[in-house]
């Protein structure tokens, strides 16, 4: 097993945080990763919106729980785990052209984290079809 891809469509503290988990431990075996983030999930790689913690509806209710516990954890935040990954292994980050449109999304106002904004043919020619284990959230 060489590439992981990792598809994010939900944009809940909770399931980004699952999946860069995976994306972490993938990165930590030293495998390629490849992390495209679409719909709701693409409006969090915002500057202003990247650390918020929203929870589903369900949950919602235990917001300042969940967010004591994050702090209690010393858990690094969305950006910075999205840092340490680039920093294990060759990972490329990438934002959906139509969840782009959607948002308004552009280089001035996503992280720089973010490698490249592209559709979901292109992600799929290029990094999704080699892959040998698929992921998503």
Not at 83 to 110: H, R
Not at 121 to 127: H, I, K, P, Q, V
Request: hydrophobic fraction near 45%; charge should be negative; proline fraction near 2%.
């Amino acid at each position: 097993m060489e590439k992981v891809a990792i598809l994010f469509r939900e944009g809940t503290f909770d399931s980004l945080v699952t999946g860069l988990n995976f994306a972490s431990a993938a990165a930590s075996a030293g495998l390629k990763v490849r992390l495209f983030f679409s719909d709701w999930a693409a409006e969090k790689l915002t500057k202003d919106k990247v650390d918020e913690v929203n929870l589903p509806t369900l949950h919602s209710h235990r917001r300042e729980w969940y967010e004591s516990k994050i702090k209690e954890s010393g858990f690094p935040g969305i950006q910075q785990m999205l840092n340490q990954i680039k920093e294990l292994t060759d990972a490329k980050i990438y934002v959906c052209s139509m969840a782009a449109n959607l948002w308004s999304l552009n280089k001035e106002n996503i992280i720089p984290e973010v490698d490249e904004i592209t559709g979901i043919l292109s992600f799929l020619a290029e990094d999704l079809i080699d892959a040998d284990v698929i992921i998503s959230f």
